[in-house]
């Protein structure tokens, strides 16, 4: 899950959507972007639940675990923020 908010992350970084030439395309495809990101929502709070469960079956690993957790919950935070950011940018030209 890590790596894949890394991945879209990216992506939702890309600068590329002030290119008049292809302004439909690029909103079809941040439509789909965001409703990928919005999918993937449901994976996060399934490893959180997971990782609340384990923490509480497990204590000992809470210092591991708790982290590594609140890293990928700000990190997906992030990308969803980005996201909406970019539709703001891609609304505009259209």
Same mark, same amino acid.
């Given at each position: 899950?890590?790596?894949?908010? +890394?991945?879209?992350?990216?992506?939702?970084? %890309? #600068? /590329? *959507?002030?290119?008049?030439? /292809?302004? !439909?395309?690029?909103? /079809?495809? !941040?439509?789909?972007? #965001?409703?990928? &990101? =919005? @999918?993937?929502?449901?994976?996060?709070?399934? &490893?959180? +639940?997971?990782? %609340? =469960? $384990?923490?509480?079956?497990?204590?000992?690993?809470?210092? *591991? &675990? @708790?982290?590594?957790?609140? #890293?990928?919950?700000?990190?997906?935070? *992030? $990308?969803?923020?980005?996201?909406?950011?970019?539709? @703001?940018?891609? @609304? *505009?030209? /259209?």
């Amino acid at each position: 899950m890590g790596e894949w908010v +890394q991945e879209k992350s990216m992506t939702a970084q %890309d #600068e /590329t *959507y002030r290119s008049a030439k /292809t302004v !439909h395309s690029k909103w /079809t495809r !941040h439509q789909a972007f #965001e409703a990928e &990101i =919005a @999918s993937n929502k449901d994976r996060l709070v399934a &490893i959180q +639940q997971a990782a %609340d =469960a $384990l923490n509480r079956e497990k204590p000992e690993f809470a210092q *591991y &675990i @708790s982290p590594k957790v609140s #890293e990928l919950a700000q990190n997906f935070d *992030y $990308l969803e923020k980005n996201t909406k950011e970019k539709v @703001s940018c891609v @609304s *505009y030209l /259209t």
